[in-house]
C-alpha cells in the first residue's frame, strides 16, 4: 500500500505552544507528502469544537462531489462548499512538522496547550486533549451501538 493510501490512525498528543504551532506527527506528515499536499488542510468543524485536517485526496474528492451540483443555482453547492471550503486553509508545514493554527482556529476547538490528533482514515481532527477526553467516551458508546443487540444466547459474532 502506497503512503498516499495509507489511513490517518492513532491518536497521538501534542502541545500547541505560545506561538500558536502544533507539530503535525510524522506518520501524518508522510501520508500528506505522499499525497502531494504541500502543507496540510484545516478548517474548523461545522458539527465539533475541533478542527479537521486533511490532505489533496480528500479535497480533490469532496470538490469533484460539488460538481454534480448547479454553483449558482444550487443552495446545497453553497452551503456545503461553504462549510468545507471557504473555512479551509492551507497550512505551511515547517522544517520541524510543525504549523501555524490561525488565532480563529484556535478559538473555535478551545485548543489550550495539550492536543490530541484523532486519525479518522482520510482525515484528522485536532482536539484539546482535556476535552478529548469526554468526547472519546461519548464516541466508544456510539460506535458500541453500532453492534446492536447482542445475540438472546450470548453467542459471539
Not at 505552544?17 to 488542510?41: E, F, M, S, W
Not at 479537521?52 to 469533484?64: C, I, K, M, T, Y
Not at 458500541?144 to 447482542?150: D, E, I
Request: proline share 5%.
Amino acid at each position: 500500500m502506497s503512503a498516499a493510501a495509507q489511513p490517518f490512525i492513532s491518536m497521538p498528543v501534542g502541545s500547541l505552544d505560545k506561538k500558536g504551532r502544533v507539530c503535525i506527527p510524522a506518520a501524518y506528515r508522510q501520508i500528506l507528502t505522499a499525497q502531494n499536499t504541500n502543507g496540510v488542510y484545516v478548517c474548523p468543524s461545522f458539527h465539533e469544537d475541533t478542527l479537521e485536517a486533511f490532505g489533496e485526496d480528500v479535497l480533490q474528492q469532496f470538490h469533484r462531489a460539488q460538481s454534480e451540483h448547479d454553483p449558482f443555482f444550487a443552495q446545497v453547492h453553497d452551503d456545503k462548499a461553504f462549510a468545507v471550503l471557504a473555512m479551509t486553509q492551507l497550512l505551511a508545514v515547517d522544517e520541524t512538522g510543525r504549523v501555524r493554527l490561525p488565532d480563529q482556529f484556535i478559538a473555535h476547538a478551545t485548543l489550550k496547550e495539550s492536543v490530541t490528533f484523532v486519525g479518522l482514515g482520510r482525515k484528522f481532527q485536532i482536539w484539546d486533549s482535556e476535552r478529548f477526553g469526554a468526547m472519546w467516551s461519548e464516541r466508544l458508546t456510539r460506535a458500541r451501538s453500532l453492534r446492536g443487540t447482542p445475540p438472546a444466547n450470548g453467542g459471539g459474532t
